[in-house]
C-alpha cells in the first residue's frame, strides 16, 4: 500500500454486543470524511469467542474501502495487537503518517449507551468524530512538523504519565520509529502511555507532547479533565438528538472537502 496515511483499526469482537452495527457505523464515519482516498486501512482483529471469521471478512468487504488488510488474533491482549501493528508501520515507512482508533465500547455492556443509530456506544461516537473530523489540517501540520502525535485528549503534565486518553491518535512515522517496541502486558493501561514511551527524549522539549485534536494546542487532561469533558460532549450528543446526529455528520462533511 503506497498511501500517505496509515489507519489501524483495532477490533474486540464481542458477541453478546450488536458487534456489526457498532462497526459499520464506525468507519462509516470515517468513511464520510473522505479520508480513505488518502489513506489505507489496516483492521488487527481480536476475536477471543471465536467468532466466524468469514462472517467478519464479509462486514469489512460489504464497506467498501479499496486500500484493506485484514489479520485475526484469538488471544486476548487487550490493545497489543493493534499497538504493535502500528508500530511495525512506522518501523518500515509503509506510510509517513499513522492514526489509531479501537471500537471502544464493544467490550462493555449497556455503559453510555446510544441505540438509537447503530448501536454505538456515544463515547466512541465523540472520540471517532474529533480523531477525523478535521484530518486534513491535522496532516498538514504534521507536514508543517507543528508537532509528532496527536491524540482527542492528552496528558502532558508527567513524563511518566502522559497518556492519550482512550487511545484515538495520530503519529508520524519517524515519530513511531524513536518509540519503544510495545510489550505484552496484564496492564491495559500500558497501551495508552505507550505512544509517548520514546527511547530518548526529542529536542526541543516541546516536540514530546502530545498535541489535542480537541482543543487544537497542548492543552493538559487530567483522567477526571478528560472524563468531564467526554460526559459533557456525551450529553451535548444524547439530549440534542436528531440535531447533534447530524451536526456531526455535517462538520465531517465540511472538513473532508
Known amino acids: 500500500m503506497s498511501k500517505k496515511i496509515g489507519i489501524v483499526y483495532f477490533a474486540y469482537i464481542n458477541p453478546e454486543k450488536n458487534w456489526k452495527k457498532l462497526i459499520s457505523g ?42 484493506i488488510e485484514i489479520e485475526f488474533h484469538t488471544e486476548n491482549k487487550f490493545e497489543y495487537y493493534g499497538i504493535h501493528k502500528l508500530w511495525e508501520l512506522g518501523i518500515n515507512s509503509a506510510h509517513r503518517y499513522l492514526t489509531y482508533f479501537h471500537t471502544k465500547g464493544m467490550s462493555y455492556k449497556g455503559k453510555y449507551p446510544f441505540g438509537l443509530f447503530n448501536d454505538r456506544c456515544i463515547r466512541e461516537i465523540v472520540l471517532t468524530h474529533y480523531l477525523f473530523k478535521d484530518y486534513k489540517k491535522t496532516v498538514e501540520l504534521l507536514d508543517q512538523e507543528k ?70 494546542d497542548y492543552t493538559s487532561c487530567t483522567p477526571d479533565d478528560s472524563s468531564n469533558i467526554l460526559a459533557r460532549l456525551r450529553k451535548i450528543y444524547k439530549y440534542t438528538l436528531p440535531f447533534s446526529y447530524f451536526w456531526f455528520k455535517l462538520t465531517l462533511a465540511v472538513h473532508s472537502k
Open 26 to 67: 464506525q468507519i462509516k464515519d470515517v468513511k464520510s470524511s473522505g479520508i480513505f482516498e488518502e489513506a489505507a486501512l489496516y483492521v488487527v482483529v481480536s476475536n477471543p469467542f471465536s467468532v466466524n471469521e468469514e462472517e467478519i471478512k464479509q462486514l469489512f468487504n460489504s464497506l467498501k474501502i479499496s486500500d
Open 147 to 216: 508537532f509528532f502525535r496527536a491524540g482527542v485528549l492528552c496528558n502532558n503534565e508527567e513524563p511518566s504519565f502522559m497518556f492519550t486518553w482512550f487511545n484515538f491518535f495520530w503519529a508520524s512515522s519517524e515519530y513511531v520509529k524513536k518509540l519503544v517496541e510495545p510489550e505484552v502486558t496484564t496492564n491495559r493501561f500500558y497501551y495508552e502511555s505507550w505512544n509517548s514511551q520514546l527511547k530518548t527524549p526529542l529536542e526541543p522539549e516541546k516536540n514530546n507532547k502530545c498535541y489535542s485534536l480537541y482543543f487544537r
